[in-house]
């Protein structure tokens, strides 16, 4: 089913993101992780895609059993980065006839050891374009990604906002916004988004903090910021892990209760494959 149509009786919808394990060992280790969520009723699943199409596979082979074995509905991210269009068109093909339904259309980051994002020569250069190609041939929901701070390569956020727009208008469906800590820039974000005429849905990704290192390593690549008092609070206690995790959820769960309150129509969940945090964040927003 498309991401929009669950998202007519999943209010709020609540997704969860997961990337292909490297080894079968932690594949199988995922598939059990999908199975406990299953029970949380998500809206859906979302799975990444990696740098230069090294995961293709796997990211296939996740998001078709995640829906036709585990139940759970599923959407396959795809890159930009290293594929000529024809390849693209091949891993849709794939995607449509194994019953994927949903596709998270993504330029990509540059590969590693790269600092700028070089286009295959006959591929596409930014997720808009791939957004327009989809639209144009497939029957998917696209989801497309929406930066609260602003994308990292952007000259400015007004600068970004503008082109997340040409991608909304190229046949996007849903905008998953990048993580956040600081609801003031997913507010002002989504309110510039509205006052250029975009009415689709916008949900405010949130990863739940597990690890401070890992958190502090995640934000300096994608751009997020980390608020002081958070960073000072888990400087502190980043040496005992239960600490950090106890502190990661419940900063979450305000963080999210706060985007509720407010009318945000579901969270996307980054959970790094580790699905505990999540859960108990899920559960607690319920009660
Ligand atoms: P784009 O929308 O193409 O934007 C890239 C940059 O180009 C931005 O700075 C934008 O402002 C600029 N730009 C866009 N259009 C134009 C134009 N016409 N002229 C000039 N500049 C322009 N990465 C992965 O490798 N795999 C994943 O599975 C993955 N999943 C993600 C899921 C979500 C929800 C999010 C938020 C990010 C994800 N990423 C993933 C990271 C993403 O690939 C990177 O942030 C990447 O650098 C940008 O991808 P994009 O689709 O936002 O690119």
């Given at each position: 089913m498309f991401i929009t149509e669950i998202m007519k009786s999943h209010k709020p919808a609540f997704s969860l993101e997961f990337f292909p394990p490297k080894s079968d060992e932690d594949t199988a280790l995922l598939f059990r992780t999908l199975e406990d969520v299953r029970r949380l009723n998500p809206s859906f699943v979302s799975v990444t895609y990696g740098a230069g199409g090294g995961t293709r596979d796997r990211t296939l082979q996740i998001v078709e059993q995640a829906k036709s074995i585990i139940g759970l509905e599923s959407a396959a991210h795809l890159t930009?980065?290293?594929?000529s269009r024809d390849e693209i068109k091949g891993i849709l093909d794939d995607l449509v006839n194994s019953g994927i339904e949903n596709v998270v259309a993504l330029r990509g980051d540059?590969?590693?050891?790269?600092a700028r994002f070089a286009a295959h020569p006959t591929g596409f250069r930014y997720a808009s374009e791939l957004t327009a190609f989809i639209r144009k041939s497939y029957p998917l929901c696209i989801a497309v990604a929406g930066y609260p701070e602003g994308h990292?390569?952007?000259?400015?956020k007004e600068t970004d906002w503008a082109h997340l727009e040409e991608k909304v208008k190229a046949g996007a469906d849903i905008i998953l916004t990048q993580l956040f800590f600081e609801n003031a820039y997913f507010f002002e974000f989504e309110r510039h988004m509205r006052e250029r005429g975009i009415s689709i849905p916008i949900i405010p990704g949130i990863m739940p903090i597990t690890n401070f290192q890992q958190i502090l390593r995640f934000t300096k690549i994608c751009g997020a910021s980390i608020p002081h008092k958070v960073a000072a609070d888990l400087e502190e206690i980043q040496h005992e892990p239960e600490s950090v995790q106890r502190y990661g959820i419940e900063f979450a769960t305000k963080q999210c209760r706060d985007l509720l309150d407010h009318g945000v129509p579901g969270i996307h969940f980054y959970t790094l494959n580790k699905s505990r945090a999540t859960r108990e964040i899920i559960s607690r927003l319920a009660g």
């Open positions: 930009c980065v290293g594929h540059p590969p590693r050891g790269e990292i390569e952007s000259p400015s």
